[in-house]
């Protein structure tokens, strides 16, 4: 099943089982189109889903873990602990964490540069001819030739 349709079916629950009527809501969505979204017909903008979870009195992250399950065709307990496993690994892993301005200036590209660089510049001090440097970084000659570190001898 589509996204949008379990996410509508969810939204609709979860407002009948509050006891909300769409009237309620039309601070954040027409009736028309809360109606729309409910049936799957259309997709809810971020920013709306948010403002509807409020209305609705829950948690966005709450309403996608119960999509992710209807989804999935688990309960939502299976769910939580599928999704806590998947996050504790992600943490573990450094991948939630924020990064540093210089991250975010230098980018992803700049990174796999810097690790180029070091990378050379170890294998130079092992000895490693560049040629066999290139061959083990996977990367170009002229890649390694930008990195080596000239010796000085004063």
Do not use: F, H
Not at 79 to 96: E, H, I, K, T, W
Not at 97 to 123: F, H, N, W
Request: hydrophobic residues 45%; aromatic residues 4%.
């Amino acid at each position: 099943m589509q996204y949008e349709k379990v996410l509508g079916r969810v939204l609709r629950n979860i407002r009948l089982r509050a006891g909300i009527r769409r009237s309620e809501c039309v601070e954040i969505l027409t009736i028309s189109n809360l109606s729309q979204v409910e049936n799957g017909l259309v997709a809810i903008r971020i920013d709306t889903l948010v403002g509807l979870c409020e209305v609705l009195g829950v948690a966005l992250a709450d309403v996608l873990l119960v999509v992710e399950a209807r989804m999935s065709d688990l309960r939502v307990e299976e769910q939580l602990a599928v999704s806590n496993a998947r996050v504790g690994a992600l943490l573990a892993a450094g991948r939630l964490e924020p990064v540093d301005k210089e991250y975010v200036r230098r980018g992803v590209k700049g990174q796999r540069a810097d690790s180029t660089r070091d990378a050379v510049i170890r294998l130079q001090g092992e000895g490693v001819s560049k040629e066999e440097i290139a061959r083990k970084l996977g990367v170009g000659r002229t890649t390694v030739y930008r990195y080596w570190v000239k010796v000085r001898t004063d």
